[in-house]
């Protein structure tokens, strides 16, 4: 339009050329905006009781216009002149114009003398001016306003329906289909849109103008054919037309932005206490678990065997490896979700949530503390149990072996002993016996050392309560009343021969010779041959060396024993020369020892074969332990590099959550990548416990090159986890708070300095003192009884101490513009209007079918009998929602 033009409206306003063309091209449009505009401007010159029937004619003296802005603005113009004269009626136009002017509307060539003079296209241009400062400019939709925000209200409201797609103000509304799917939009029950068909265009039109008439209040702008028969209908008519559409619903509107406002706290509350359930229901499950885990591991029961044993050991590697790491997350996940949820709380100005009695998180913490300490006690004991097992084998084994090494040498002795043979022995016989009594008291002596370690192996199998004590008591038992038996008769033969000594002569010195030398060399061989036998459990080379430097010692006496073999050979040899050269009759063996050179002899290769036996185990032995050695450096070289490398990382992570730079999101970035690193590493932790597993099968107890053991490793390990996870929750809440209250990088930035500074021990939380001096800095001035209300909202569970959440949760409570409870409440009084309540079945209406169950169940408690039946009046509603304490 070349006559006229406004300053804010040129955006979406054709270019004035278009203007000019479109007019002189198609008459039909003059025609559609003749129409259109006297119709938009009756409706509201009816406000005032009057209207216009010829657009160019009506406005020319002036009045009328300037009646038509004042109702449109609601303000008062400068007095008309009353006169019939041209100069009163420019003077009247020009005051409307200037007016026009004064909203910030700038009027090219559009002047008094022509709306005067009756100039259609200057009347159109300026009544087209008029319409769009004051119907169209003011729209605004999602940060679009003017044309584009009507534009973009038209699709949003028509999106649903089918056969409409609003691309622009002229053919995308000939059909007709869009007027009918704005008004079956907000009053459905006016159009039954199913019926319509896109085929019948004229039918739709006047279905929809003849509604908007009768029901919405909207005069008929436009006709049917008019914009049927027009190949491009009138851009501005149909945007005047739309415009009064706009206006009719835009009370609608805003009762749909109340109720999204309510739907918006409902969606919370539902959230929220579905998170409370999730929290009651991990936290039940881990504290069963706890319950059915801790008794287990309380339990000392001991084995019998240490096969039994190995597979408990087996059963508790089972649960460390499978059973506690999900068990870990769950705990690790369930102060995450106590956290979070009391952040939402918070942002909401809901009170602080509390679980159910025993279900805190330092109920969890102390069970699972619990825990901890019932599975350290029972993996020492396991170790425990494990080495009396071992000890308790090697010492059945040693009794057996000693026993049976007794029982063999005793077997027949008191038969001997009992013998009548001196009652009828000659004197040679009977000398010849008491020497053989006084090399058997000999040998006897000598096994007395045998007995005595039978019976301290037996207590020792006792006192380590040995599950077959009872056999082993009956041997040893029966041991001993045999010996003391053998005593007792050795002593009494003594005496029988000792009577008849006097009756007897010389005895053969050299098988008496012969026999005091043979039996203990005897006793030293078969000594010999036991200490070779006997088996050795050693857990160190120190060990295994002072084995093995004792059996090179041994090795050094052989020379010198069988230089005595061959002496006691050669007194039997000389024996038998004698008895060759004399004819001596020798009925019989040696009358003193039943040792024979076969049997020295016999024995002696028996030695000579067990010692290279013997330096075969201990040299595989010293291999083992060389091998457990090694074992023992690979876990330390790994353990002393992992356990510093955990306590720094802690501190690292420490001095984080207290010194944190750059915005929340740098910091959240930073701790994620921190904790990616952090899970990177679990491949060396789980080769130090592959490693460890293997100083346990192989029986290793003690390690000298490293303090850590895998349990340091270990609950390092889930500490370490444990903070990452903590810290990134901490600063996840506190993006969260940031976002909700509107707190900008600086004031977070001021609140961290400030916290930093009154945390005078850095540990991440001020003790009550420091938030009193804290809170002292920043300008309160408070009583006692103020700092308690204070502590109250920082520390609701009175632990003592204030959290950097809590702290910025508190600041921003103070400062922090957010969607309060007055707000929810005058959404309320939106939706209740005039009538001060609100009816169930009105949110029903007003509410999606699921949020209004959830806010009629809440709710359906205060419709008590003071109220309107049925209903809720302002206080019932908002105890329903808040509580009475809340507003």
Same mark, same amino acid.
């Given at each position: 339009?070349?006559?006229?033009?406004?300053?804010?409206?040129?955006? *979406?306003?054709?270019?004035?050329?278009?203007?000019?063309?479109?007019?002189?091209?198609?008459?039909?449009?003059?025609?559609?905006?003749?129409?259109?505009?006297?119709?938009?401007?009756?409706?509201?010159?009816?406000?005032?009781?009057?209207?216009?029937?010829?657009?160019?004619?009506?406005?020319?003296?002036?009045?009328?216009?300037?009646?038509?802005?004042?109702?449109?603005?609601?303000?008062?113009?400068?007095?008309?002149?009353?006169?019939?004269?041209?100069?009163?009626?420019? #003077?009247?136009?020009?005051?409307?114009?200037?007016?026009?002017?004064?909203?910030?509307?700038?009027?090219?060539?559009?002047?008094?003398?022509?709306?005067?003079?009756?100039?259609?296209?200057?009347?159109?241009?300026?009544?087209?001016?008029?319409?769009?400062?004051?119907?169209?400019?003011?729209? #605004?939709?999602?940060?679009?306003?003017?044309?584009?925000?009507?534009?973009?209200?038209?699709?949003?409201?028509?999106?649903?329906?089918?056969?409409?797609?609003?691309?622009?103000?002229?053919?995308?509304?000939?059909?007709?289909?869009?007027?009918?799917?704005?008004?079956?939009?907000?009053? @459905?029950?006016?159009?039954?849109?199913?019926?319509?068909?896109?085929?019948? @265009?004229?039918?739709?039109?006047?279905?929809?103008?003849?509604?908007?008439?009768?029901?919405?209040?909207?005069?008929?702008?436009?006709?049917?054919?008019?914009?049927?028969?027009?190949?491009?209908?009138?851009?501005?008519?149909?945007?005047?037309?739309?415009?009064?559409?706009?206006?009719?619903?835009?009370?609608?509107?805003?009762?749909?932005?109340?109720?999204?406002?309510?739907?918006?706290?409902?969606?919370?509350?539902?959230?929220?206490?579905?998170?409370?359930?999730?929290?009651?229901?991990?936290?039940?499950?881990?504290?069963?678990?706890?319950?059915?885990?801790?008794?287990?591991?309380?339990?000392?029961?001991?084995?019998?065997?240490?096969?039994?044993?190995?597979?408990?050991?087996?059963?508790?590697?089972? *649960?460390?490896?499978?059973?506690?790491?999900?068990?870990?997350?769950?705990?690790?996940?369930?102060?995450?979700?106590?956290?979070?949820?009391?952040?939402?709380?918070?942002?909401?100005?809901?009170?602080?949530?509390? @679980?159910?009695?025993?279900?805190?998180?330092?109920?969890?913490?102390?069970?699972?503390?619990?825990?901890?300490?019932?599975?350290?006690?029972?993996?020492?004991?396991?170790?425990?149990?494990?080495?009396?097992?071992?000890?308790?084998?090697?010492?059945?084994?040693?009794?057996?072996?000693?026993?049976?090494?007794?029982?063999?040498?005793?077997?027949?002795?008191?038969?001997?002993?009992?013998?009548?043979?001196?009652?009828?022995?000659?004197?040679?016989?009977?000398?010849?016996?008491?020497?053989?009594?006084?090399?058997?008291?000999?040998?006897?002596?000598?096994?007395?050392?045998?007995?005595?370690?039978?019976?301290?192996?037996?207590?020792?199998?006792?006192?380590?309560?040995?599950?077959?004590?009872?056999?082993?008591?009956?041997?040893?038992?029966?041991?001993?009343?045999?010996?003391?038996?053998?005593?007792?008769?050795?002593?009494?033969?003594?005496?029988?021969?000792?009577?008849?000594?006097?009756?007897?002569?010389?005895?053969?010195?050299?098988?008496?010779?012969?026999?005091?030398?043979?039996?203990?060399?005897?006793?030293?061989?078969?000594?010999?041959?036991?200490?070779?036998?006997?088996?050795?459990?050693?857990?160190?080379?120190?060990?295994?060396?002072?084995?093995?430097?004792?059996?090179?010692?041994?090795?050094?006496?052989?020379?010198?024993? $069988?230089?005595?073999?061959?002496?006691?050979?050669?007194?039997?040899?000389?024996?038998?020369?004698?008895?060759?050269?004399?004819?001596?009759?020798?009925?019989?063996?040696?009358?003193?020892?039943?040792?024979?050179?076969?049997?020295?002899?016999?024995?002696?290769?028996?030695?000579?074969?067990?010692?290279?036996?013997?330096?075969?185990?201990?040299?595989?032995?010293?291999?083992?332990?060389?091998?457990?050695?090694?074992?023992?450096?690979?876990?330390?070289?790994?353990?002393?590099?992992?356990?510093?490398?955990?306590?720094?990382?802690?501190?690292?992570?420490?001095?984080?959550?207290?010194?944190?730079?750059?915005?929340?999101?740098?910091?959240?970035?930073?701790?994620?990548? *921190?904790?990616?690193?952090?899970?990177?590493?679990?491949?060396?932790?789980?080769?130090?416990?592959?490693?460890?597993?293997?100083?346990?099968?192989?029986?290793?107890?003690?390690?000298?090159?490293?303090?850590?053991?895998?349990?340091?490793?270990?609950?390092?390990?889930?500490?370490?986890?444990?903070?990452?996870?903590?810290?990134?929750?901490?600063?996840?809440?506190?993006?969260?708070?940031?976002?909700?209250?509107?707190?900008?990088?600086?004031?977070?930035?001021?609140?961290?300095?400030?916290?930093?500074?009154?945390?005078?021990?850095?540990?991440?939380?001020? $003790?009550?003192?420091?938030?009193?001096?804290?809170?002292?800095?920043?300008?309160?001035?408070?009583?006692?009884?103020?700092?308690?209300?204070?502590?109250?909202?920082? $520390?609701?569970?009175?632990?003592?101490?204030?959290?950097?959440?809590?702290?910025?949760?508190?600041?921003?409570?103070?400062?922090?513009?957010?969607?309060?409870?007055?707000?929810?409440?005058? #959404?309320?009084?939106?939706?209740?209007?005039?009538?001060?309540?609100?009816?169930?079945?009105?949110?029903?209406?007003?509410?999606?079918?699921?949020?209004?169950?959830?806010?009629?169940?809440?709710?359906?408690?205060?419709?008590?009998? $003071?109220?309107? @039946?049925?209903?809720?009046? *302002?206080?019932?509603?908002?105890?329903?929602?808040?509580?009475?304490?809340?507003?």
């Amino acid at each position: 339009m070349d006559h006229y033009d406004s300053q804010q409206t040129n955006d *979406y306003m054709q270019p004035e050329e278009d203007w000019d063309r479109d007019l002189l091209l198609d008459p039909a449009w003059e025609k559609q905006q003749r129409k259109t505009f006297t119709a938009w401007c009756n409706s509201h010159l009816r406000k005032a009781g009057t209207q216009i029937e010829n657009i160019e004619e009506d406005f020319r003296d002036g009045l009328k216009l300037m009646l038509l802005l004042e109702v449109i603005s609601g303000e008062r113009l400068a007095k008309p002149e009353r006169g019939k004269m041209r100069v009163h009626k420019i #003077s009247n136009v020009n005051k409307a114009l200037d007016f026009i002017a004064s909203k910030g509307v700038k009027l090219v060539s559009i002047g008094a003398e022509e709306i005067v003079d009756g100039n259609v296209k200057m009347t159109l241009g300026m009544i087209w001016t008029i319409i769009l400062r004051f119907a169209i400019q003011d729209i #605004s939709v999602e940060e679009t306003s003017a044309k584009e925000g009507l534009l973009l209200w038209c699709q949003r409201k028509t999106a649903p329906y089918k056969n409409v797609n609003i691309q622009n103000f002229h053919i995308s509304w000939k059909d007709g289909l869009g007027f009918c799917a704005l008004i079956h939009r907000h009053r @459905p029950e006016l159009i039954d849109y199913g019926k319509l068909r896109k085929d019948d @265009p004229l039918t739709n039109l006047n279905t929809a103008f003849d509604v908007a008439e009768k029901y919405l209040d909207i005069p008929k702008m436009l006709d049917a054919e008019d914009i049927v028969g027009t190949a491009r209908p009138d851009e501005k008519a149909i945007m005047t037309y739309v415009s009064s559409f706009y206006h009719a619903f835009s009370g609608a509107q805003k009762a749909e932005t109340a109720a999204n406002r309510i739907c918006k706290v409902l969606a919370v509350n539902q959230e929220n206490e579905q998170l409370m359930e999730e929290y009651e229901k991990l936290a039940s499950d881990l504290l069963e678990w706890i319950r059915r885990t801790v008794p287990w591991l309380e339990n000392r029961t001991p084995e019998n065997t240490m096969q039994a044993m190995q597979q408990k050991l087996e059963d508790f590697r089972d *649960y460390r490896r499978l059973h506690k790491p999900p068990k870990v997350q769950e705990k690790c996940q369930l102060e995450i979700n106590f956290n979070t949820l009391q952040t939402k709380l918070r942002l909401s100005n809901r009170p602080a949530f509390m @679980p159910s009695e025993g279900k805190m998180v330092s109920d969890i913490n102390n069970a699972w503390g619990g825990l901890e300490q019932a599975e350290k006690g029972y993996e020492e004991w396991q170790l425990n149990e494990i080495r009396r097992l071992e000890r308790l084998d090697h010492l059945a084994e040693k009794f057996r072996q000693k026993a049976s090494i007794h029982e063999s040498w005793t077997d027949g002795k008191e038969t001997m002993l009992q013998q009548k043979d001196y009652e009828i022995a000659t004197l040679s016989e009977i000398k010849a016996l008491l020497k053989k009594h006084e090399a058997f008291e000999s040998d006897l002596a000598a096994h007395q050392d045998r007995v005595e370690q039978i019976a301290a192996i037996a207590q020792e199998l006792n006192e380590l309560d040995y599950y077959n004590s009872p056999s082993v008591n009956a041997r040893c038992q029966k041991i001993c009343d045999q010996w003391d038996n053998l005593g007792a008769l050795t002593q009494k033969r003594r005496e029988a021969l000792e009577r008849t000594e006097k009756l007897l002569e010389t005895i053969d010195q050299l098988y008496l010779e012969y026999a005091k030398r043979a039996a203990p060399f005897n006793n030293w061989m078969e000594g010999a041959m036991e200490d070779l036998q006997d088996t050795f459990i050693v857990h160190t080379i120190e060990e295994i060396q002072g084995l093995t430097t004792a059996h090179e010692q041994f090795k050094a006496t052989l020379p010198d024993a $069988d230089k005595e073999r061959q002496a006691i050979l050669g007194i039997h040899n000389e024996v038998t020369k004698i008895v060759q050269t004399y004819h001596v009759n020798m009925a019989g063996t040696n009358p003193y020892t039943t040792i024979t050179p076969q049997e020295i002899n016999g024995k002696w290769d028996h030695v000579r074969q067990l010692v290279p036996r013997r330096d075969q185990a201990l040299m595989e032995e010293h291999t083992r332990q060389q091998q457990n050695e090694r074992l023992r450096k690979q876990f330390a070289t790994q353990a002393n590099i992992i356990g510093p490398w955990i306590q720094t990382k802690m501190e690292e992570i420490g001095r984080i959550s207290i010194e944190m730079h750059g915005t929340l999101e740098d910091q959240l970035n930073h701790l994620r990548q *921190y904790e990616k690193s952090i899970v990177n590493y679990k491949p060396k932790i789980d080769q130090l416990e592959g490693d460890h597993q293997q100083i346990q099968e192989a029986l290793i107890f003690d390690n000298k090159h490293t303090n850590y053991t895998m349990e340091h490793i270990r609950v390092g390990w889930e500490q370490l986890l444990t903070t990452i996870a903590r810290t990134t929750n901490e600063v996840e809440n506190q993006i969260l708070t940031r976002d909700a209250k509107g707190i900008s990088q600086e004031q977070m930035n001021e609140f961290r300095a400030s916290f930093n500074h009154f945390d005078r021990k850095k540990t991440g939380m001020m $003790d009550t003192d420091d938030f009193r001096a804290c809170l002292i800095s920043m300008g309160y001035n408070m009583g006692e009884a103020e700092f308690a209300r204070i502590m109250s909202i920082v $520390d609701p569970n009175r632990i003592g101490v204030v959290t950097f959440q809590a702290f910025i949760d508190f600041m921003s409570r103070e400062t922090a513009d957010t969607d309060t409870a007055d707000q929810v409440m005058a #959404s309320f009084k939106i939706l209740a209007g005039d009538k001060n309540y609100i009816t169930l079945d009105e949110l029903r209406r007003e509410l999606p079918p699921d949020q209004a169950e959830y806010c009629i169940a809440r709710m359906a408690p205060y419709t008590g009998p $003071d109220a309107v @039946p049925g209903a809720l009046d *302002y206080m019932s509603f908002s105890t329903a929602l808040y509580g009475e304490s809340d507003l």
